[in-house]
């Protein structure tokens, strides 16, 4: 909205000393004036009862509203005017009527019942509270124009009066999605009457608890499964938290806390947490940076506001939670961005029809706001985890040359407040970004992070989803768990905006980098809804030592024939790409995506093909019969030992967010790429590629690399066998589909096996099962070897003659996680 804010309420020049003591009085008022069960009875006790919950709820305005930074300053001034501007239009455009409280969020469902066309009508009921709050919110900030505004005032509680009388009350019957009416309403209802706490009278708010308790009893909280687990769980108990603080109800309060616990331990199937810190909603989504970020807001949040009360959250599970930061949470965070493979469906939102604001949400919003829980979360665990924590966050946020957070995009103010303090703090030292391979069995994604580059993959298998869409979300996400290979490079031309910047609804989604696919034509939402696409292969996972790793993946084409075997081999500066066995059959071409990288709007990066420079033009294309290298620049390098037919080509590509997402904005977006692919024809039989992706490569040490023919041995690409040898990182790697030898190591079951020399005369063994079906193996590696360092106790090692042999137990229990034997070499 564009109108100006009401003259009628000058923004009153605050302090932070003044903004502080008014919220500090504003907290008092709430405790007074509204006869509640908590202070109905006699006694000092009812009465201490009665400003515990008055505390929690100035607590929790508090955390709604920020504290500590001047309304006057930016980037908050802006942000504050920007609030009050968009709660003036709404209230300027609010029009209640039956079945609606504004025209364009139509909630009267004329046949409820759940199927497409309610779920539509039950989102508004969600839309209309999250507008109400918006009210709410400028009439409680300072410096929005509104502040303390009494038509804006009028507005809010007619709206909440309209809402409860109409479709929010316990009478009515829920339709639609179940979301709406036990979470998305609730909270944001909540949050109003939290807010508003001292101008609604005992009528309305006995009316928001009846109607809160109707729509989410306490059963929903009593068996940790369905849809009340993980994510979902955590946002149920902060419904439940908020309705017993609104309205004193100590039981509640106490409820939400209890049915907290379920979601800390680590779980070995279906949502929660695991061990190798995989984070998975929806039975079969890796979902870390969407659902992950509701639960650790969620949980921060409620750590925070029962701090210190009576029902503070002491349960001894609370340690996993918090160890996930930096197990679960630290590993997709990238220069202020979350990776986009464990965002599900969220990677389609981007630019919302509705928003008023037209603020694209990214991988860059969804890193700021996990980064700002992380801050809050570090206020209720220890003094060395917080003080960690502040590193990561300033580390992450200064090193984020795409979003700056400071602008005020991508935060609410209370989340800007916190992370703006620790920006602010000169005793912060900004931490580096962590080096060192992490695997994650459980959810078939790995991180791999050098001094040069940042790297991810996504995979697929029977307990992992090809993609997730539901309710029109991420429609043509197909291809991206088929070995989506993400990379971003040490001062890239990008500046970290490489999946950011207009790329999912512009990029080809038949030429994902990293992956290979049929170019058969799919339907929108192909395979299912909610993580129901999955290939029929269990083969899916990778070995690291924690610096290198080996990762392999048995692809399968989703409602395809398409049939391929594709590793890769994380080091240094490079990832070493085999696929081997390529077949298919289904009447369409198949390629194999070398990589498909973003130049943005107006973007003519330089590609060169061994060293020839290729037109800037587009569109354009052209096959190279005998390439060896390629590079683009600003971005990177790619070999192909031993040369390779190559197609290489840029062209402009124009698509909408709503062609992916059915909320999305239908403003055309248009982005240009620059594709390498191996083309491999038309059904292919046991096609195959190689190639060496050298991210952020110059043109002259991508061309020094393709003269080094010593550098990379392929030792084997094929079905049954893929691996590597690199002499001078001592690194010997090869991907076992089938028991045999490949150089000097012999294996006799299917497993992946990484080999890593040291100077200091060590050597790291590092075995796994990806398939998880291994009873019993036995490596032998034609190697001197003096002793056997550290092993597994499941681990026997013999040295006969002038080898190493090791025998590994049931491997099938292990859960795809990596199996390491250190020795001295002799």
Same mark, same amino acid.
């Given at each position: 909205?564009?109108?100006?804010?009401?003259?009628?309420?000058?923004?009153?020049?605050?302090?932070?000393?003044?903004?502080?003591?008014?919220?500090?009085?504003?907290?008092?008022?709430?405790?007074?004036?509204?006869?509640?069960?908590?202070?109905?009875?006699?006694?000092?006790?009812?009465?201490?009862?009665?400003?515990?919950?008055?505390?929690?709820?100035?607590?929790?305005?508090?955390?709604?509203?920020?504290?500590?930074?001047?309304?006057?300053?930016?980037?908050?001034?802006?942000?504050?005017?920007?609030?009050?501007?968009?709660?003036?239009?709404?209230?300027?455009?609010?029009?209640?009527?039956?079945?609606?409280?504004?025209?364009?969020?139509?909630?009267?469902?004329?046949?409820?019942?759940?199927?497409?066309?309610?779920?539509?009508?039950?989102?508004?009921?969600?839309?209309?509270?999250?507008?109400?709050?918006?009210?709410?919110?400028?009439?409680?900030?300072?410096?929005?124009?509104?502040?303390?505004?009494?038509?804006?005032?009028?507005?809010?509680?007619?709206?909440?009066?309209?809402?409860?009388?109409?479709?929010?009350?316990?009478?009515?019957?829920?339709?639609?999605?179940?979301?709406?009416?036990?979470?998305?309403?609730?909270?944001?209802?909540?949050?109003?009457?939290?807010?508003?706490?001292?101008?609604?009278?005992?009528?309305?708010?006995?009316?928001?608890?009846?109607?809160?308790?109707?729509?989410?009893?306490?059963?929903?909280?009593?068996?940790?499964?369905?849809?009340?687990?993980?994510?979902?769980?955590?946002?149920?108990?902060?419904?439940?938290?908020?309705?017993?603080?609104?309205?004193?109800?100590?039981?509640?309060?106490?409820?939400?806390?209890?049915?907290?616990?379920?979601?800390?331990?680590?779980?070995?199937?279906?949502?929660?947490?695991?061990?190798?810190?995989?984070?998975?909603?929806?039975?079969?989504?890796?979902?870390?940076?969407?659902?992950?970020?509701?639960?650790?807001?969620?949980?921060?949040?409620?750590?925070?506001?029962?701090?210190?009360?009576?029902?503070?959250?002491?349960?001894?599970?609370?340690?996993?939670?918090?160890?996930?930061?930096?197990?679960?949470?630290?590993?997709?965070?990238?220069?202020?961005?979350?990776?986009?493979?464990?965002?599900?469906?969220?990677?389609?939102?981007?630019?919302?029809?509705?928003?008023?604001?037209?603020?694209?949400?990214?991988?860059?919003?969804?890193?700021?706001?996990?980064?700002?829980?992380?801050?809050?979360?570090?206020?209720?665990?220890?003094?060395?985890?917080?003080?960690?924590?502040?590193?990561?966050?300033?580390?992450?946020?200064?090193?984020?040359?795409?979003?700056?957070?400071?602008?005020?995009?991508?935060?609410?103010?209370?989340?800007?407040?916190?992370?703006?303090?620790?920006?602010?703090?000169?005793?912060?030292?900004?931490?580096?970004?962590?080096?060192?391979?992490?695997?994650?069995?459980?959810?078939?994604?790995?991180?791999?992070?050098?001094?040069?580059?940042?790297?991810?993959?996504?995979?697929?298998?029977?307990?992992?989803?090809?993609?997730?869409?539901?309710?029109?979300?991420?429609?043509?996400?197909?291809?991206?768990?088929?070995?989506?290979?993400?990379?971003?490079?040490?001062?890239?031309?990008?500046?970290?905006?490489?999946?950011?910047?207009?790329?999912?609804?512009?990029?080809?989604?038949?030429?994902?980098?990293?992956?290979?696919?049929?170019?058969?034509?799919?339907?929108?939402?192909?395979?299912?809804?909610?993580?129901?696409?999955?290939?029929?292969?269990?083969?899916?996972?990778?070995?690291?030592?924690?610096?290198?790793?080996?990762?392999?993946?048995?692809?399968?084409?989703?409602?395809?024939?398409?049939?391929?075997?594709?590793?890769?081999?994380?080091?240094?500066?490079?990832?070493?790409?085999?696929?081997?066995?390529?077949?298919?059959?289904?009447?369409?071409?198949?390629?194999?995506?070398?990589?498909?990288?973003?130049?943005?709007?107006?973007?003519?990066?330089?590609?060169?093909?061994?060293?020839?420079?290729?037109?800037?033009?587009?569109?354009?294309?052209?096959?190279?019969?005998?390439?060896?290298?390629?590079?683009?620049?600003?971005?990177?390098?790619?070999?192909?030992?031993?040369?390779?037919?190559?197609?290489?080509?840029?062209?402009?590509?124009?698509?909408?967010?709503?062609?992916?997402?059915?909320?999305?904005?239908?403003?055309?977006?248009?982005?240009?790429?620059?594709?390498?692919?191996?083309?491999?024809?038309?059904?292919?039989?046991?096609?195959?590629?190689?190639?060496?992706?050298?991210?952020?490569?110059?043109?002259?040490?991508?061309?020094?690399?393709?003269?080094?023919?010593?550098?990379?041995?392929?030792?084997?690409?094929?079905?049954?066998?893929?691996? @590597? #040898?690199?002499?001078?990182?001592?690194?010997?790697? +090869? &991907?076992?589909?089938? /028991? =045999?030898?490949?150089? *000097?190591? %012999?294996?006799?079951?299917?497993?992946?096996?990484?080999?890593?020399?040291?100077?200091?005369?060590?050597?790291?063994?590092?075995?796994?099962?990806?398939?998880?079906?291994?009873?019993?193996?036995?490596?032998?590696?034609?190697?001197? @070897? #003096?002793?056997?360092?550290?092993?597994?106790?499941? +681990? &026997?090692?013999?040295? /006969? =003659?002038?080898?190493? *042999?090791? %025998?590994?137990?049931?491997?099938?229990?292990?859960?795809?996680?990596?199996?390491?034997?250190?020795?001295?070499?002799?």
């Amino acid at each position: 909205m564009t109108s100006q804010s009401s003259p009628s309420a000058p923004a009153p020049s605050w302090s932070r000393r003044g903004f502080l003591a008014s919220t500090a009085a504003a907290g008092a008022v709430l405790a007074v004036g509204l006869p509640h069960r908590a202070v109905a009875a006699d006694g000092d006790g009812a009465a201490a009862a009665g400003d515990e919950f008055a505390a929690l709820r100035a607590k929790w305005r508090t955390l709604y509203l920020g504290e500590g930074f001047s309304p006057t300053a930016e980037p908050f001034k802006s942000k504050l005017a920007t609030l009050g501007t968009q709660a003036k239009g709404l209230r300027d455009t609010m029009a209640p009527a039956d079945g609606s409280l504004w025209p364009d969020a139509v909630f009267g469902d004329p046949d409820p019942d759940t199927d497409t066309e309610s779920y539509a009508y039950s989102e508004k009921i969600q839309t209309s509270y999250e507008r109400v709050r918006v009210m709410a919110e400028a009439f409680c900030q300072p410096g929005t124009g509104l502040t303390g505004d009494a038509s804006l005032k009028t507005a809010v509680l007619t709206a909440v009066d309209h809402l409860g009388t109409q479709v929010f009350n316990a009478t009515q019957a829920q339709y639609g999605n179940w979301y709406n009416f036990q979470i998305g309403a609730p909270q944001r209802l909540l949050d109003i009457a939290v807010l508003m706490y001292e101008h609604l009278s005992t009528a309305q708010l006995t009316a928001a608890v009846e109607a809160v308790d109707h729509f989410v009893p306490d059963s929903l909280v009593a068996e940790y499964t369905g849809t009340s687990t993980g994510a979902n769980r955590i946002d149920l108990c902060r419904v439940l938290a908020l309705r017993g603080i609104l309205d004193g109800t100590a039981a509640k309060v106490a409820l939400a806390r209890d049915a907290i616990a379920p979601v800390f331990p680590y779980v070995t199937s279906g949502d929660g947490l695991y061990a190798d810190g995989s984070l998975i909603q929806h039975t079969y989504v890796p979902y870390t940076g969407s659902y992950g970020a509701v639960l650790i807001d969620g949980l921060s949040k409620l750590f925070a506001l029962l701090g210190d009360s009576t029902w503070a959250i002491t349960d001894s599970g609370r340690q996993i939670f918090l160890d996930s930061v930096e197990d679960a949470y630290a590993p997709f965070l990238h220069d202020g961005l979350s990776l986009d493979n464990v965002a599900g469906r969220a990677i389609s939102r981007g630019l919302v029809a509705t928003d008023p604001l037209k603020i694209q949400q990214d991988d860059h919003s969804r890193g700021h706001g996990i980064i700002a829980s992380v801050l809050l979360l570090g206020q209720g665990a220890s003094d060395e985890e917080n003080a960690r924590w502040q590193a990561l966050a300033k580390g992450w946020f200064t090193r984020d040359r795409y979003s700056d957070v400071t602008s005020g995009r991508t935060l609410g103010v209370a989340a800007l407040s916190r992370v703006t303090a620790v920006l602010d703090d000169s005793a912060v030292r900004p931490a580096a970004e962590p080096t060192g391979h992490r695997l994650f069995p459980s959810m078939a994604r790995a991180t791999h992070r050098t001094k040069r580059f940042t790297a991810s993959v996504s995979m697929s298998s029977k307990a992992i989803t090809f993609y997730e869409n539901g309710n029109g979300e991420n429609v043509r996400g197909w291809h991206t768990g088929s070995g989506m290979l993400y990379w971003w490079a040490e001062g890239d031309s990008a500046g970290g905006g490489q999946y950011s910047d207009g790329y999912w609804p512009t990029v080809d989604p038949y030429r994902l980098p990293g992956t290979t696919v049929s170019r058969k034509q799919l339907a929108d939402a192909e395979g299912g809804a909610w993580g129901a696409a999955r290939p029929d292969t269990t083969w899916v996972g990778g070995a690291t030592d924690g610096t290198y790793a080996a990762l392999a993946q048995d692809t399968r084409g989703l409602s395809s024939t398409l049939k391929a075997k594709k590793s890769w081999f994380f080091l240094d500066d490079t990832v070493v790409c085999l696929g081997a066995g390529i077949t298919s059959a289904d009447g369409a071409g198949v390629e194999s995506v070398l990589d498909t990288r973003n130049l943005g709007a107006f973007g003519t990066a330089r590609l060169s093909v061994d060293g020839r420079t290729q037109p800037t033009a587009h569109p354009w294309n052209a096959a190279f019969p005998r390439a060896r290298w390629a590079h683009v620049a600003g971005h990177g390098g790619y070999v192909f030992p031993g040369g390779t037919s190559l197609t290489a080509l840029r062209e402009e590509r124009t698509g909408t967010w709503q062609s992916i997402n059915g909320g999305g904005a239908k403003d055309p977006v248009t982005r240009r790429y620059v594709s390498l692919l191996a083309d491999h024809g038309t059904d292919p039989t046991d096609a195959s590629y190689a190639y060496m992706l050298m991210p952020g490569a110059s043109e002259l040490r991508t061309a020094a690399r393709a003269l080094d023919r010593h550098w990379l041995d392929v030792t084997a690409n094929s079905a049954a066998h893929q691996g @590597v #040898r690199v002499p001078s990182l001592g690194v010997t790697a +090869v &991907t076992f589909w089938e /028991p =045999g030898t490949v150089g *000097k190591v %012999t294996v006799d079951a299917p497993l992946i096996v990484q080999i890593r020399e040291k100077r200091d005369g060590t050597a790291t063994v590092s075995v796994s099962d990806p398939n998880r079906a291994v009873k019993a193996a036995t490596l032998t590696w034609r190697r001197p @070897v #003096r002793s056997v360092t550290s092993k597994p106790g499941s +681990v &026997t090692a013999a040295r /006969p =003659g002038r080898e190493l *042999k090791l %025998t590994f137990g049931d491997l099938s229990t292990t859960g795809g996680v990596t199996q390491k034997v250190t020795v001295r070499l002799g």
